[in-house]
């Protein structure tokens, strides 16, 4: 295939015990110009990022219920996540809601961003189901309501 135009920019938000460490890798690769460790980033800031990225991917070994999933979701990213418990329970639902990876492989994620650069359809149809199935799911009146209906349940 023809590669389309594009400028390809990675964000590491967080500040793990591997930032260090992967922050050092970039720089000997010199590759400080395509990929940018925002560090931890606050409410406001953390919005922020999430309204400037096109794609979210979420490499892991095992999640339960991870927030900056949720987050993704929230704001309608197509993600881009690892094939693990957890993560697959999540977004595995009726319908696809996101590209899993198996084993985690960078080569993996590479395809699944590739699939998605190359399908804007797939996103749109991706960013559409995430968000939808977010507010569905995971709203605060969703959970509201959920836990509402336990404690009433177990006053009587």
């Known amino acids: 295939k023809q590669s389309p135009a594009i400028d390809y920019r990675v964000t590491l ?32 800031e953390l919005l922020e990022w999430f309204q400037s990225i096109d794609i979210y991917l979420h490499a892991s070994e095992g999640e339960t219920l991870s927030t900056s999933l949720l987050q993704a979701m929230s704001m309608g990213l197509p993600i881009v996540a690892s094939d693990v418990p957890g993560i697959t329970n999540l977004l595995q639902r ?40 977010a507010v569905d799911i995971y709203s605060q009146d969703v959970m509201f309501n959920a836990y509402n209906k336990i404690i009433k349940g177990k006053i009587k």
Do not use: M
Request: proline residues 4%; aromatic residues 10%; glycine residues 10%.
């Open 13 to 44: 938000a967080g500040n793990g015990d591997t930032w260090e460490s992967l922050h050092e890798k970039v720089k000997e690769a010199g590759l400080e110009e395509y990929i940018h460790f925002p560090g931890y980033l606050g409410e406001d």
């Open 94 to 133: 009726d319908e696809e809601c996101g590209l899993l990876v198996k084993n985690s492989r960078p080569e993996g994620f590479a395809d699944a961003v590739n699939t998605l650069v190359y399908d804007p359809i797939k996103i749109k149809e991706l960013s559409t189901l995430v968000r939808q199935y």
